[in-house]
């Protein structure tokens, strides 16, 4: 397949937003998401995906050389419509889920919150727990979500950001660990 050069800077400019969208979490994110290695972490996202409640799949996941860096390695997958979604990975370990989307494209947009929604019940969190950190409040540039996770003892965070007409959208764990 052959890019005109139109759409190749379009895929640098996405690319670029979800690095730099995701560069504030990546400071934060030294606390995984669930003790499973992520191919199982993946597999168990997909398997919440199958529930009658969502609409959407995860085509298999690939390394992106191109968005690792030292600190993380990078592995991104695609939804039904071909949105891309992407697994930031530390020492092996699930520490943040992103995706980006325009905000006009209202499947995506679903797509970007069953993925988030299955992530959340991937690593232990309760139906109510999701709703909860589902629901989004305003926060500076962003809008927030959290929720406590009482089987993992962690507060799960999700934030979505706004980048020109595209939104960002990045579940992550509380680095700090909670009694």
């Known amino acids: 397949m052959k890019l005109l050069p139109s759409q190749i800077i379009v895929l640098i400019i996405t690319l670029s937003c979800m690095i730099t969208a995701s560069s504030a979490a990546a ?3 030294d606390r995984p998401l669930a003790k499973v290695r992520y191919t199982d972490f993946v597999d168990r996202v997909n398997e919440m ?14 390394y992106d050389k191109n968005m690792s860096t030292a600190k993380e390695d990078v592995y991104t997958t695609r ?6 979604v992407a697994f930031y990975i530390q020492d092996g370990l699930v520490c943040s889920v992103g995706a980006q989307f325009n905000q006009q494209d ?10 988030m929604a299955a992530v959340g019940l991937a690593m232990g969190m309760t139906p109510d727990e999701v709703r909860q ?23 799960v965070y999700l934030v979505t950001t706004k980048h020109g007409r595209d939104l960002f959208m990045a579940v992550y764990a509380d680095p700090y660990p909670h009694p």
Not at 53 to 59: D, G, N, P, W, Y
Not at 79 to 84: A, H, K, P, R, V
Not at 135 to 149: M, Q
């Open 27 to 29: 400071e934060m994110q």
């Open 49 to 62: 995906l199958t529930l009658e409640i969502f609409h959407t799949t995860l085509s298999p996941i690939r």
């Open 79 to 84: 939804t039904n419509s071909d949105m891309l």
């Open 106 to 115: 209202k499947q995506r947009a679903r797509e970007a919150v069953d993925v």
């Open 133 to 155: 950190v589902l629901n989004l409040k305003p926060f500076e540039n962003a809008l927030c979500g959290k929720a406590h996770c009482i089987r993992t003892g962690t507060d």
